[in-house]
């Protein structure tokens, strides 16, 4: 579009400036921590909470602490409630500004996101890990980084379907998605696990 109006493109993902206290806020030390987004504004982006757990698990187990962020809606927060119960986390859904969730994300080790803006926000800061998708195309929607090199790597599940674009299996935004409910930690936990250390 630049091009089309005589404007030279600039390439840079402008971020937002980091808060330069959210981290001292929470107690977090940058790099001993990963962070994980699993909730959506739609039921048909979420992944399945089994294997949310087991990735609490598997971090855990490595010595990193785990922050959840999500955000403030009454119904994200009991999704969140029933997908974390007896976790120990720490929970910083609808606790964070853009900037703190900025500068939380640039703090961590790595993190695991859904397919929401808090893909592209991690991208946008180069921040590794693993952005999930479902139904949606990720030749079309995945987050694109700073970097020349794509950090944050995009896991899709192999079936025929997918991506078939649709919101979920029923075709409403509060449909469960066989893909993310049949996509196992497999596919996940080794993508994760190289930016370990």
């Not at 981290?23 to 994980?36: A, C, Q, R, T």
């Not at 992944?47 to 698990?57: D, F, P, S, T, V």
């Not at 999930?132 to 379907?161: E, H, M, Y």
């Amino acid at each position: 579009m630049c091009d089309a109006i005589g404007i030279n493109p600039i390439h840079k993902v402008l971020t937002p400036r980091p808060s330069d206290h959210a981290l001292h806020k929470f107690g977090l030390f940058s790099g001993s921590y990963i962070v994980i987004h699993p909730g959506a504004a739609f039921a048909y982006k979420r992944w399945n909470k089994e294997a949310w757990r087991q990735l609490i698990g598997h971090s855990k187990d490595r010595g990193f602490q785990v922050v959840v962020t999500g955000g403030g809606s009454q119904e994200e927060k009991s999704y969140l409630d029933n997908l974390l119960s007896g976790s120990s986390i720490l929970r910083l859904d609808g606790c964070l500004s853009w900037n703190e969730l900025a500068e939380v994300l640039e703090g961590a080790r790595a993190c695991v996101v859904v397919d929401t803006s808090v893909a592209h926000l991690a991208a946008a800061l180069a921040v590794p890990g693993v952005a999930i998708f479902g139904p949606t195309d990720p030749v079309v929607w995945a987050p694109r980084s700073s970097t020349p090199k794509r950090i944050l790597a995009v896991v899709q599940n192999t079936q025929g379907c997918v991506p078939c674009q649709e919101e979920g299996c029923e075709r409403h935004q509060q449909s469960r998605s066989e893909c993310l409910d049949t996509l196992g930690i497999d596919k996940v936990w080794p993508l994760l696990e190289t930016h370990l250390g």
